[in-house]
């Protein structure tokens, strides 16, 4: 971590053992995201007027490269040990999606595109769309969910296009409503 780990407390003691425990805790976040800048964490307890303990809230301020820092909160209402496992936890979990996600092993979605469609072929089984940016896409009867006879020129429909033998074509065509 660049910055050292910054433990604070509010309405909390913490004993030299807690504390070790949070720094300990801390620095293994770097075992599952190495370019992790720095931790701060926050133990807030209920202060001098509760008798029983709790609620202790426990909050993770992690500083990451290029991004928006990833902030924690946990609470529990007895054990201030349950309440820092509990914000760790989240922490990795946080950490090893983000590692993910910067890697590229995480799947996104795109969007369905949004087109037209401009020529039917009823008695072949086909037709074409046509995007906004005017690409002409081939789509099969196969690829319409609802009846494909029911189709008009205009209709303004969703799809996800992927590559076919002969170029572009509509997987899924979906009638907007």
């Not at 053992?17 to 964490?41: H, K, N, T, W």
């Not at 609470?75 to 996600?101: M, N, P, T, W």
């Not at 789509?139 to 006879?149: A, G």
């Amino acid at each position: 971590m660049e910055k050292p780990v910054n433990v604070s407390s509010r309405g909390v003691a913490l004993s030299p053992g807690i504390e070790a425990e949070i720094r300990d805790r801390a620095a293994q976040l770097e075992r599952f995201y190495p370019r992790l800048i720095g931790c701060s964490v926050v133990v807030e307890g209920p202060g001098s007027r509760h008798q029983r303990g709790g609620p202790y809230d426990v909050q993770l301020d992690l500083s990451v490269p290029g991004g928006e820092p990833i902030l924690i909160s946990r609470q529990h209402q007895e054990r201030l040990e349950r309440a820092i496992d509990d914000a760790f936890d989240v922490a990795v979990r946080r950490l090893e999606d983000l590692e993910r996600l910067q890697r590229g092993d995480v799947k996104v979605h795109e969007a369905p595109s949004r087109g037209r469609v401009t020529r039917l072929f009823p008695e072949q089984d086909f037709g074409l769309l046509e995007t906004p940016e005017g690409r002409e896409i081939y789509f099969h009867r196969n690829s319409v969910p609802s009846d494909f006879d029911e189709l008009t020129l205009g209709t303004e429909v969703r799809f996800q296009e992927e590559a076919g033998e002969e170029g572009p074509q509509a997987s899924v065509v979906v009638v907007e409503t």
